[in-house]
């Protein structure tokens, strides 16, 4: 394939997303419908606009690789480790339970025995990406269902590593098959206690020096290179880049540099993950599903209510309601990406006959695109429940464990940490973004919450939870900065209320024309406070101080400002002020 082709392939790519997505969103449906629609519509079983395909799916398999290192930045090992239940026992059951009785049916109906193992495997995994970025597009990641779904989904992931050695063990006709396996799962699991052993050692000194620097692309370049060169490193003793990938945001994930990590990274995962749902639209193939139609109709919807009746009775089991216990187990009900990956190496084996793979690759991709119905159908049995049984939904449900009710610091010098240490005394919780590495390394030794970011940045406004947070404080000392960040937070936040600090009165006058609530300009705000404790120190009372610093306030600084108070006694500007204190 030369230069021209591949440009022709990303041209009508782009060309199809524009036009296709747009529609489907429009129609209040999924963006995924639309990608999975548009691969339909120009892939080879379509208008056969692009033929070649191997190339976009090389690429696709990126998006998944993102997708699970953002969701690994929202994770830290404390987290990861409260749900430790649902990860590694109930997610287990789930791959048990659900690969046996998938594999004993296989096997009832004539299958081989390594055949039936590779079905039952493969059709017991979920898609990742599929569901995340449902999860995703209805904040629905820290619901405890949604919480639940994401645990089942991580070990899912950890098992198409044993899952990929057990393939190429049957293939290659191992005679000691459990040593061999054994010694497989061994190599792995220490090749993952090095990655986070040697990960947590170099990630913050490197980040630090590129950080000093104070280049935003080579800000973007080290995480790119943190990302693919983890899942590459991982991927030389056959674990998956996906898993290699998750494990570089958990780690970065206890860091100080996530949310601007999270920022940068954002516009690759879209990217590459539309690409990724449109090559699995382009992989349906629609003269397949009409000359069998009845034999993957079968499988499609016995994959869907079997997964679906067996997910819920073990959520059930580990004790969730049955509300959450309906919707994890439909959310769940799709086989997934790694399905396909499972399949096409079976078949590469010979374990695995070509025509049984393709119906299997359309079963599972035709349940990929049932899975926002799927959701849908959860979200309308819990409000079918929720009337039968007069039980109103409980609010505190939807909030999760992410960040709410604190006031958001956007720069943390001198007056941001004085600013923090009066929300502290008041009991009131805050998060502080700031642009000086070393700087913010010592306020995280103090266990102070400071992140890496810029806080004019949408991305890093979000992670930080300003949709949910009290109010925030702009201490930014260069001017320029202080009027992007206020401009950001009352563009994309309109609710929050808005406090900066400006350098003079004119300057604050711009800051709360561009949405500051107030602006306290710091050279007035510092004569006033001097000329108090001035007027103090010569006998004054406090309430004549109090009621002078009160009457400059309200007018805005009005007199101050225009040098009134100088030219009454005949001065101008600070001379004037000066004058005045003193007499």
């Known amino acids: 394939m030369n230069d021209s082709d591949i440009l022709y392939d990303v041209l009508i790519f782009l060309v199809a997303a524009v036009l296709v997505v747009p529609a489907f969103q429009r129609l209040r449906t999924s963006p995924v419908l639309g990608y999975l629609a548009a691969g339909i519509i120009v892939g080879p079983f379509g208008l056969a606009l692009i033929r070649e395909t191997h190339s976009a799916q090389t690429l696709a398999e990126f998006g998944v690789v993102f997708l699970l290192f953002m969701i690994g930045l929202e994770f830290s090992v404390e ?5 430790g239940r649902y990860v590694f026992r109930l997610g287990a059951l789930q791959v048990i339970v659900t690969g046996c009785l998938i594999g004993g049916i296989a096997l009832a109906l004539g299958m081989s025995t390594e055949a039936a193992i590779i079905i039952g495997g493969g059709l017991a995994l979920s898609s990742t990406a599929f569901v995340l970025q449902l999860l995703i597009e209805r904040e629905e990641r820290t619901v405890r269902f949604g919480k639940v779904s994401f645990s089942i989904l991580l070990f899912q992931d950890l098992a198409i590593v044993p899952l990929l050695m057990l393939v190429t063990l049957l293939g290659e006709g191992e005679g000691n098959f459990l040593l061999a396996m054994a010694f497989a799962v061994l190599k792995a699991s220490l090749a993952l206690v090095l990655v986070i052993a040697v990960g947590r050692i170099v990630l913050r000194p490197i980040y630090r020096m590129v950080t000093e620097t104070r280049s935003s692309e080579l800000f973007v370049a080290t995480t790119l290179l943190v990302v693919l060169g983890t899942g590459w490193l991982v991927s030389l003793v056959d674990i998956s880049m996906v898993l290699g990938a998750f494990l570089a945001g958990l780690l970065l994930s206890e860091t100080e540099y996530r949310y601007q990590v999270e920022a940068d990274i954002k516009p690759f995962r879209g990217i590459l993950l539309g690409l990724f749902f449109m090559t699995v639209g382009m992989s349906i193939n629609i003269g397949l599903i009409w000359s069998q139609p009845v034999q993957i109709f079968l499988i499609v919807f016995g994959l869907l209510i079997g997964k679906s009746v067996v997910t819920a009775a073990l959520c059930r089991l580990f004790g969730l309601n049955l509300r959450d216990s309906v919707r994890v187990g439909l959310l769940l009900s799709q086989g997934g990406e790694f399905g396909f990956i499972l399949f096409l190496s079976a ?17 599972v991709t035709l349940t990929m695109a049932a899975t926002p119905a799927m959701a849908a159908a959860g979200s309308r049995f819990v409000t079918y429940w929720e009337g039968r049984t007069k039980q109103p939904v409980k609010g505190a449900e939807h909030i999760g464990e992410d960040l ?5 610091i956007a720069g943390f010098g001198r007056v941001g940490q004085t600013v923090a240490k009066m929300l502290t005394a008041g009991d ?25 970011g810029d806080a004019s ?19 930014i ?14 563009e994309f936040f309109p609710h929050l209320p808005v406090f900066a600090r400006a350098k003079d009165l004119p300057h604050g006058r711009e800051l709360e024309e561009a949405g500051a609530a107030q602006a306290v300009p710091e050279t ?4 006033i406070q001097l000329g108090a404790i001035a007027m103090s120190s010569m006998g004054a009372s406090t309430n004549e101080v109090m009621e002078i610093i009160a009457d400059l306030r309200e007018d805005d600084y009005a007199r101050l400002g225009s040098g009134e108070v100088g030219q009454d006694k005949g001065g101008k500007g600070d001379q004037g002020e000066a004058g005045e204190v003193q007499g």
């Open 79 to 83: 987290r990861l480790r409260s749900l």
């Open 347 to 363: 078949n590469a084996m010979g374990l695995l006959p070509s025509d049984t793979m393709q119906i299997l690759l359309a079963s």
């Open 404 to 408: 709410e009710d604190h006031v958001l």
């Open 428 to 452: 009131i919780p805050f998060v502080a973004l700031d642009l000086d590495a070393r700087h913010i390394a010592a306020c995280r030794a103090e266990g102070l919450p400071v992140f890496f």
């Open 457 to 475: 940045q949408l991305q890093v406004l979000k992670s930080t939870g300003a949709k949910q947070a009290r109010g925030a404080v702009v201490t």
């Open 477 to 490: 000392d260069h001017p320029a900065a202080a009027d992007g960040v206020v401009a950001a937070l009352h």
């Open 524 to 527: 007035l705000e510092a004569s």
